[in-house]
């Protein structure tokens, strides 16, 4: 079953996007939640035409998303946690929100589930990575640092 995506949806695709799917879940998650229209002839002649337009607006939003990763590339994030006394290890964790948090005070506002920390959650002290998603084609590079509070 051929479903046009109407959202970007996880491990699937992006929005406008045709992909192939099992009948089953696209009748019964895709279709029903809104996140796809069935691929029907007449709808695929409406995204191209859609699309066709869309270009030069696209054009346009890679550019800027380059010129944001640049700009985050050569950023220094310092996120702050609390720690037991003699210890490294942080009480609870920082997590992609944390990230997004400190981004958005450097200007740059970035959601939550567009980041992605090497190696999951942190719970200690250091230096870590994340895998920033600006664009569909422009993926972001960033390190930061965890400090005691």
Request: net charge positive; proline share 2%; charged share 25%.
């Amino acid at each position: 079953m051929d479903i046009i995506l109407k959202q970007d949806v996880e491990n699937l695709g992006f929005k406008d996007d045709i992909v192939s799917v099992k009948p089953g879940y696209g009748r019964n998650y895709l279709l029903p939640q809104g996140k796809g229209v069935q691929a029907t002839p007449s709808a695929v002649k409406m995204l191209e035409e859609t699309l066709r337009q869309r270009a030069h607006k696209e054009a346009k939003l890679i550019e800027d998303a380059n010129k944001t990763a640049e700009q985050l590339r050569s950023a220094e994030l310092v996120l702050k946690g609390k720690v037991a006394k003699g210890s490294n290890k942080l009480f609870g964790s920082i997590t992609t929100s944390n990230i997004s948090e400190a981004l958005e005070a450097m200007g740059h506002s970035v959601d939550r589930k567009y980041i992605q920390i090497t190696g999951g959650s942190v719970k200690s002290l250091g230096r870590y990575n994340a895998t920033i998603r600006l664009h569909r084609t422009v993926n972001v590079e960033v390190s930061f640092e965890v400090v005691a509070e």
